[in-house]
């Protein structure tokens, strides 16, 4: 094995690694929010089941990229959108300030790590070119 097919290997290894941790911490923020409404009031909306879809939407998408979609662009574009919108509903639907700064963070967070994934795909494919 020669120094270029090296550094493309470990390129691939960087690239994977960082979605892989993108996955997970999508996940487990999609599994805080969708137990929040049990710690966290979000007021007398009744729209308590709105931090719960939003997580289980962004479960998925962190299971879903620990299964291999890495480069998923789609995946991506709905983190992100479901990121603004966790964004957008903490200040439209909680009536709280502790649900607000939840949500408001957790979608925040969300939003980030969509560019996290995205520069790690753009930049995978150039590094392994050398």
């Known amino acids: 094995m020669d120094v270029d097919e090296s550094s493309a290997n470990d390129a691939r290894a960087d690239y994977a690694s960082t979605l892989v941790g993108v996955g997970i911490v999508y996940f487990l923020f999609g599994a805080w929010l969708m137990i929040s409404p049990f710690f966290i009031d979000y007021g007398d909306t009744g729209l308590d089941l709105n931090p719960v879809i939003s997580g289980a939407v962004l479960a998925a998408i962190g299971l879903i990229r620990l299964t291999g979609s890495y480069a998923s662009q789609v995946l991506s574009l709905l983190g992100a959108l479901v990121g603004l919108w966790i964004i957008i509903s903490g200040f439209v639907i909680s009536e709280t300030v502790v ?24 930049e995978a494919p150039r590094r392994s070119r050398g």
Do not use: P, S
């Not at 649900?99 to 753009?122: M, R, S």
């Open 99 to 122: 649900g607000t700064w939840n949500l408001g963070v957790t979608g925040a967070i969300a939003v980030v790590l969509t560019f996290v994934a995205e520069a790690a795909t753009i």
